[in-house]
C-alpha cells in the first residue's frame, strides 16, 4: 500500500469511527421530542416508558423528578436500570400476555417501538389530563436502514388518526426528522382531557 492509499484508508477510517460515535450519542441522549413535550406532563407524576430499552428516556424522566415505570421484554437492557433512582423496572413481553398494569399514568412515551395492538391500551392507561408522547419510524424510512418490513412503519398521519378521536393533540409531525442518522418519523403528542 502506497503513502496515498494509506492517507485515504486512515481518512475513510476516521470518519467512519466519527460517524458511528454520532450515532451512538443520539441513541444514548433522550429525543428532542420528549424532552420538548415532557413539560405537558404533571410534574413529578408518574410516567410510563413503554419499551423502554435500555433505559434512555426513563433515566432523563427521573432524573427531571417524574417517577418512572420502565418496562421492555428485553431483559438483558433492562438490567442497565437496576437500582435507578425514581425507576421501577418490569421485565414483560407486551405483545403476547396481558397488560401489566392497573395503575393510571400522568404520562405515557413511547420512542421507536411499534405494536398498534396498544393504541388503545394506551388511551386507556392515561389519566385524567395525562400526556402521551409518541415518536417512531413511519413509511419512507426503509431507504435509510432499519426497520423495513412495512408492519413496523406508520402509514402517513396513522398517529393522528388514532389518537385524535380520543386525547387533544398538542402536537404533531411527520417526515424526514432527524437527519444523524436519517429517520423518516411520525411524532404525536396529545393529552387525556382533565
Not at 144 to 166: A, C, I, Q
Not at 169 to 176: D, I, M, R, S
Request: with cysteine; glycine share 6%; proline share 5%.
Amino acid at each position: 500500500m502506497c503513502k496515498h492509499q494509506r492517507v485515504r484508508f486512515i481518512v475513510a477510517t476516521v470518519v467512519a469511527i466519527t460517524a458511528m460515535q454520532a450515532e451512538l450519542l443520539a441513541a444514548a441522549a433522550p429525543s428532542g421530542w420528549v424532552t420538548q413535550h415532557a413539560q405537558h406532563i404533571r410534574a413529578g407524576g408518574h410516567v410510563l416508558d413503554l419499551a423502554c430499552g435500555s433505559g434512555r428516556h426513563a433515566r432523563w424522566l427521573a432524573a427531571q423528578g417524574w417517577q418512572v415505570d420502565a418496562v421492555d421484554r428485553d431483559h438483558d437492557a433492562l438490567a442497565s436500570l437496576a437500582g435507578a433512582e425514581n425507576i421501577r423496572v418490569l421485565h414483560a413481553d407486551l405483545e403476547n400476555a396481558p397488560w401489566p398494569y392497573d395503575s393510571l399514568f400522568d404520562g405515557i412515551v413511547v420512542t421507536r417501538y411499534l405494536h398498534r395492538a396498544l393504541f388503545p391500551q394506551l388511551t386507556a392507561a392515561l389519566a385524567p389530563g395525562g400526556v402521551l408522547i409518541y415518536e417512531t419510524f413511519m413509511r419512507g424510512h426503509e431507504q435509510y436502514g432499519r426497520p423495513t418490513n412495512p408492519d413496523f412503519l406508520l402509514m402517513p398521519d396513522e398517529l393522528l388518526k388514532v389518537f385524535e378521536s380520543s386525547l387533544q393533540v398538542l402536537a404533531f409531525e411527520q417526515g424526514l426528522l432527524q437527519t444523524t442518522p436519517s429517520a423518516m418519523l411520525q411524532r404525536i403528542c396529545a393529552q387525556r382531557a382533565a
